[in-house]
């Protein structure tokens, strides 16, 4: 089986093409892809099909097998991959995933895609939607107790839940306690994302993410569109930030039109052919 490495701001991906290779079982098949040092190594295995109200399809699935929804810095390396193989060479492509038909806009450089500008769709802020537990109305800088302390944490899907905390510092904050302990709280029925952030300036933010299903990522693109949604609501931050992630930094933008749009690199590491015994 073909397979190609890819990252954007260090979140890896295994990605195949699915309409070339037969795949029955891609839950298990990510656990093997992804598993460090006894496989190739991921954050998630992406898998390419074809759509039927899209250029191409992509289904995204973590390391423990789960499934997600979207995935911001893997539908940029999806994207790339689409352009740099040949699969449709335009620099405007749609996408389907779980979060519905996503633009991408390619930035091409001597005749290869650096990057990528998504629109993420609009945030999904109503808390049965996310879901979080709890009657009506929004989780909105609301109070959280997880392993014995108070957190003020506010709830935005884009496509997959999260959950936002502003922190003083992430200098010495324990995400590898508290991570854990948000992704599995009962307050969030099918688990979450937790993303912790630290306001540089308004327009400045730091951000190290928990992801569910995959632990501590180098970056993660709906967990920045998240930050970027609760920072704007909470009058932390403008409604356009560079957010600096453990892997490089990303440019999120709330515009006008409510939707979120991202912008940030993509980079092919390395090929091969993967034994599937």
Known sequence: MRFTKMHGCGNDYVLVDAMENRIQDPASLAKEMCRRRFGIGADGLLLVFNSDNADFRMRMFNPDGSQAEMCGNGIRCFAKYIYDHGLKKSETLKIETGNGVLDIELQIEDGIA??????????VLERSKIPV????????????????????????SMGNPHAVVFVDSLGDFQIGK???????HPMFPERV?????????????????????????????????????????????????????????????????????????????????????
Do not use: H
């Open 114 to 123: 650096s990057g990528a500008t998504v629109m993420m769709g609009e945030p």
């Open 133 to 156: 537990s709890g009657d009506g109305g929004q989780m909105l800088d609301e109070p959280l107790e997880v392993e014995g302390e108070t957190f003020n944490v506010t709830a935005v």
């Open 193 to 277: 994302n937790t993303n912790f952030a630290e306001v540089i300036s308004r327009g400045e933010v730091r951000v190290r993410t928990w992801e569910r299903g995959a632990g501590l990522t180098m970056a993660c693109g709906t967990g920045c569109a998240a930050v970027c949604v609760a920072g704007a609501m909470l009058d932390k931050t403008d409604r356009k930030l560079s957010i600096r992630v453990d892997g490089g930094v990303l440019g999120l933008e709330w515009r006008g039109d409510e939707r979120v749009y991202l912008t940030g690199p993509a980079v092919e590491v390395f090929s091969g052919d993967y034994s599937v015994f």
């Open 178 to 184: 508290f991570g854990p302990a948000f992704e599995n």
